[in-house]
């Protein structure tokens, strides 16, 4: 079955810190894409990064990366310099395998506290 | 361009009532999946429509059916509503259902409270 495991429930830290969230998945297929999306308290969730599993190379853009590492089944996300405005929850999610088919499997989530 | 909309924004309902929310996709998106996210968890699954035909269900009871316009607009139905029915209901839109190839766009969510 496929599942994605976010286990860290809550993380506080204090601007201008490097937090790293943790995603964790279990899939049998050899094809699939990994998501992180953002999600603020008025509940949008916003797109952060697609990352199909043929490609392991780390991305980072502007204070945001991630590092996809197949081996250990992990697609972690770190956040440099943290502000205040990247309080949020953020979600792991991996595309179910099958034929074109739009869904998304979820994590729990993790709830990013940054404090001034 | 506009991003995927929603209505209503906010929906209270009272148990064994009748709900219908809407989705209007991102202009050229054919693919629209609908998902439930409980408070403290993730979003869960529940249709996906491409073209008007249903693609994917999640576990979801029959009380709860959708469908899809010609404008590849949506809506989703919810019958008998139940007090665990309570959640902010996503909608999300993608050109095409390719298993993740494209980037799913979500719209700011209906949130509904059943009492």
């Known amino acids: 079955a496929q599942k994605v495991t976010q286990a860290q429930t809550e993380i506080s830290v204090v601007e201008k810190e490097d937090v790293t969230l943790d995603c964790v998945y279990e899939t049998r297929d050899t094809t699939y894409y990994l998501f992180w999306y953002k999600q603020p308290p008025s509940g949008e969730l916003v797109f952060l990064i697609r990352?199909?599993?043929?490609?392991?190379q780390n991305e980072i853009s502007g204070r945001y990366s991630w590092n996809f590492q197949k081996s250990t089944s992990s697609f972690n996300f770190t956040i440099t310099a943290s502000q205040v405005v990247d309080s949020a929850v953020y979600f792991c999610a991996l595309s179910e395998s099958g034929y074109n088919t739009d869904k998304l499997i979820f994590g729990t989530g993790t709830r990013l506290q940054v404090f001034p | 361009d506009a991003g995927v909309t929603q209505s209503p924004t906010h929906l209270i309902k009272t148990r064994g009532q009748q709900v219908t929310l809407r989705c209007s996709p991102i202009?050229?998106?054919?693919?629209v999946s609908w998902y439930q996210q409980v408070l403290g968890q993730g979003p869960q699954f529940i249709f996906q429509y491409y073209e008007k035909e249903e693609r994917g269900r999640g576990n979801f009871p029959d009380r709860f059916s959708a469908r899809q316009f010609p404008n590849y607009s949506s809506e989703l139905n919810v019958n008998a509503l139940l007090l665990g029915d309570s959640a902010l209901y996503l909608c999300?839109?993608?050109?095409?259902?390719?298993?993740?190839?494209?980037?799913?766009?979500f719209g700011p969510g209906t949130r509904l409270t059943v009492t």
């Open positions: 990352r199909n599993s043929f490609d392991e």
């Open positions: 202009s050229g998106h054919k693919s």
């Open positions: 999300a839109s993608s050109p095409l259902p390719t298993s993740g190839a494209y980037e799913q766009y």
